[in-house]
């Protein structure tokens, strides 16, 4: 009943594709001028999971946001389905670090909070919430608050108001940054699942190589100063994936070599 | 498949947390607070030391009977003074102008803190001076107040409302001039159109300064009308124990002390709760 919710104007199969073109930004910091993004570009298929890999610098996180429409680029394009970016959409929906709940909504208003502008009745919406509440597990949480839930659980309701509006386009700001390993491996999993139930295109901004090379169709990885791609791998094994896979471990080699060789250029 | 994976997952997860003693079942079960009825007889502990105290001295004769009165005469003019229906009629007055100079005074404390808060140029060219009129105590307006607008009912609440315009102008100044910018991108992520921006993400997160800024006014606004009712006043609390005074009758006096004291407190003391039931959150969430 609620997969039957959707955004005007409905979701096209073949939604969620990005062209990157010609990126660029500079920030003034403490009088100095620093390149975020030097002449960026990339492209990814609707449908694709990418992920954004990169020392802190490199601009990745400043990339997200202007996918996201909450900063632009002082010049170059963004083309998320053959519309340039100029706001943020609900047809791109983001997963901050640190989670954003609002801290004094239940994590149910939190998520239903993301179906505000969205068209539908009550009926409707609330079982899209229920719908998703379940779907990342936390049936039984729905009057919490978010002072009362675990890094792990607020990262889950925070990924569930992420879902809410069905966004073609979703971007993950190192959505699992701030959790303890055990949990962080099991939202993997999870995420796995939910980008292959809702068919969505991914973006994940992470630090850890080796979450990309698991999750990820294509692994980006950018260094700083000024902030670019250096290279891009393609992940090409079939999920799901084991990390002891010698093709996983020699990826890993190579992306974590390849950053080293970066940090040694800088320093 | 997939579904397998999440209950997996969120029953390691929840028993991960239940070890660490975090989360939602943690705080729940938690017991470690005294009850609401053993927190009320700690409470009283010291006021019962205080009458012990207060018996004693007046048995030893350490003052003279005209100043510091029998405790239990003091409880019986108390009983005497709520049978006959002043105490209640002079609460109601004082109750009566405390809640319109709140409404008045805190009113415009918070519409002129959101404007200080929100306009930049108001804030640095009227503020200076609305603070500086408001750092001259109530009492210092008095005489002035006086004669302006005469010894009658105007003068109480003009009072109590400047008393209360500070805290709350503060309170919303601060709320807005602090509150967590983080949470502007959600709403523009969420394409939250301005109004319910305004409501649902930025009023809530200046509502626990607003009402801190309430309980600060309220307990100020009750200590100056207090005083306002000494000075001129043929009503309320203030009178009474003016009254009290000037017949020589100190037991009237420490009727209407006590009773000034226990319902300041009781005041006080429901506004937080009320405070604890909204904005709970804020006592909790690290922002």
Redesign the interface.
């Known amino acids: 009943m609620a997969d039957s919710l959707t955004l005007s104007p409905p979701k096209k199969l073949d939604a969620g594709s990005v062209k990157i073109a010609d990126v660029s930004k500079t920030f003034r910091v403490e009088g100095r001028t620093v390149h975020a993004l030097d002449s960026v570009s990339l492209s990814i298929e609707a449908g694709e999971f990418i992920s954004i890999v990169g020392p802190s610098g490199c601009g990745k996180s400043t990339l997200l946001r202007f996918l996201?429409g909450?900063d632009g680029p002082d010049s170059g394009r963004i083309i998320v389905d053959g519309e340039a970016i100029d706001?943020?959409?609900?047809r791109?929906?983001?997963v901050?670090q640190?989670h954003?709940l609002?801290?004094?909504?239940s994590v149910e208003k939190n998520i239903g909070?993301?179906l505000?502008?969205v068209s539908g009745s009550e009926v409707e919406k609330r079982e899209r919430v229920q719908y998703l509440i379940d779907?990342?597990?936390l049936t039984g949480?729905e009057k919490?608050?978010?002072?009362?839930?675990?890094g792990?659980?607020s990262q889950r309701a925070a990924i569930a108001r992420g879902l809410a509006p069905r966004p073609p386009l979703l971007l993950l700001d190192e959505p699992l940054g701030a959790l303890d390993s055990?949990?962080r491996s099991?939202?993997q999993?999870?995420l796995l699942?939910i980008w292959?139930?809702e068919k969505c295109t991914v973006v994940m901004v992470t630090h850890d190589v080796e979450e990309a090379i698991y999750l990820s169709d294509r692994v980006v990885v950018m260094e700083p100063r000024p902030g670019r791609i250096s290279q891009i791998f393609n992940i090409r094994n079939a999920r799901p994936r084991y990390r002891d896979d010698p093709e996983f471990v020699t990826t890993r080699r190579e992306i974590t070599e390849l950053l080293g060789s970066q940090k040694k250029k800088n320093h | 498949?997939?579904d397998v994976?999440?209950?997996?997952?969120?029953l390691?997860?929840t028993a991960?947390?239940r070890s660490?003693g975090?989360?939602?079942r943690g705080?729940v079960s938690a017991p470690s607070l005294p009850s609401w009825t053993g927190k009320a007889v700690l409470g009283l502990v010291i006021p019962f030391l205080v009458l012990a105290l207060w018996s004693y001295a007046v048995r030893q004769e350490w003052l003279a009977e005209q100043i510091l009165p029998d405790p239990r005469l003091v409880y019986e003019t108390t009983l005497d003074l709520l049978i006959t229906g002043q105490l209640p009629a002079e609460l109601a007055v004082s109750l009566g102008r405390v809640a319109s100079g709140l409404a008045v005074g805190g009113g415009l404390g918070l519409l002129f803190g959101l404007a200080f808060g929100l306009f930049r140029p108001l804030d640095i060219y009227v503020a200076p001076t609305v603070r500086a009129i408001c750092l001259v105590p109530s009492l210092g307006w008095l005489p002035f107040f006086m004669l302006l607008f005469g010894i009658g009912e105007a003068l109480k609440i003009i009072l109590i409302a400047k008393t209360c315009f500070l805290p709350l102008m503060v309170g919303a100044y601060e709320g807005i001039r602090s509150r967590p910018r983080?949470?502007d991108?959600?709403a523009?992520?969420?394409?939250?159109?301005w109004f319910?921006r305004v409501r649902?993400?930025v009023w809530?997160?200046i509502?626990p300064s607003i009402l801190t800024g309430v309980r600060q006014a309220l307990s100020r606004g009750w200590k100056v009308l207090i005083l306002v009712e000494m000075i001129s006043s043929a009503a309320g609390l203030g009178y009474l124990m003016m009254w009290g005074r000037k017949a020589f009758q100190l037991d009237v006096v420490f009727a209407t002390m006590i009773v000034i004291g226990l319902v300041g407190w009781a005041l006080d003391y429901g506004l937080t709760k009320f405070q604890h039931q909204t904005?709970?959150?804020?006592f909790?969430?690290?922002?």
């Open positions: 996201a909450l706001r943020p959409s609900l791109r929906g983001i901050f640190d954003r609002l801290p004094w909504f909070l993301s505000h502008s779907l990342v597990g949480f919490a608050l978010p002072h009362e839930l675990s792990g659980m055990l949990t099991h939202l999993d999870e699942a292959e139930r | 498949m997939s994976t999440f209950k997996n997952a969120v390691v997860d991960f947390d660490t975090r989360g939602w705080i983080k949470y991108d959600v523009r992520a969420l394409e939250l159109p319910a649902l993400v809530p997160s509502l904005t709970g959150w804020s909790k969430a690290a922002a």
